[in-house]
């Protein structure tokens, strides 16, 4: 029974005080991170990968349902139409059912308040890994949709395997991947797309990452440290 009442005690903590107060998203600028989409209270906020949004009038697919998954992070529930504060587009917003409860979205994906983030600090990380799926800190005005794991799955598979093999592990010349940051290989993929010369397979890297958009990136970051960490 007592680990039961931890997980409770924790959603308690992640949940705004009222379900029926209105949620208000804004902004908030951050002199290492930019600008990131925050509640009113100053909690930042998340949509996991995993999710499906809302759209064409039908609810969004939430997929953190285990107890633990909800103890690490919280939907934020509302029973009023979101309000639109600094930097945030009013059509952005809305609402999607979840069970008995509404909870708020933004672009139709569902939004989270991380249990570790505090309204004093700034979030620790843009892209987090767990419970199988990425969690992606909205980035303000300009908030993409999380990673889309299943393209990035095709396309390692497509562009990547057949040099670092199809578990990540590294062939021949080319590199393991596993344990790399998704930071470093985003960074080190838009070094490549410049044309950049960062090792001895750069000359094969090159045209193989001048392919790749800015979200084939970001995408093929995510997906290599979920699956192969």
């Known amino acids: 029974m007592k680990p039961f009442l931890s997980i409770a005690a924790l959603l308690v903590l992640a949940l705004p005080t009222h379900a029926s107060d209105r949620v208000t998203l804004e902004v908030v600028e951050d002199a290492t991170l930019g600008p990131y989409l925050a509640t009113g209270t100053g909690r930042p906020v998340y949509a996991f990968s995993t999710d499906t ?28 139409t979101p309000h639109a504060g600094a930097g945030v587009q ?31 600090q700034p979030p620790q ?55 790399k940051e998704a930071g470093h290989i985003s960074k080190r993929l838009r070094q490549y797309r410049a044309g950049e010369a960062v090792g001895p397979n750069s000359a094969l890297m090159r045209p193989v990452a001048a392919r790749l958009s800015d979200a084939e990136i970001e995408n093929l970051a995510a997906y290599i440290v979920l699956e192969f960490q």
């Open 125 to 179: 990380s843009r892209e987090i890994t767990g419970f199988g799926g990425v969690w992606t800190l909205l980035e303000g005005a300009d908030t993409t949709a999380p990673v889309d794991i299943d393209a990035a799955e095709a396309k390692f598979a497509q562009d990547c395997a057949q040099c670092h093999g199809r578990t990540g592990r590294g062939m021949a010349s080319f590199p393991a991947l596993t344990g």
């Open 53 to 80: 949004p809302a759209e064409h009038g039908q609810p969004a697919e939430i997929t953190c349902t285990s107890a633990a998954c909800r103890a690490a992070w919280a939907l934020i529930p509302t029973s009023a």
């Open 90 to 120: 009013r059509a952005d917003l809305g609402t999607t059912a979840h069970g008995t409860r509404q909870v708020v979205t933004y672009q139709g994906w569902p939004l989270y308040v991380a249990t570790q983030d505090t309204p004093e």
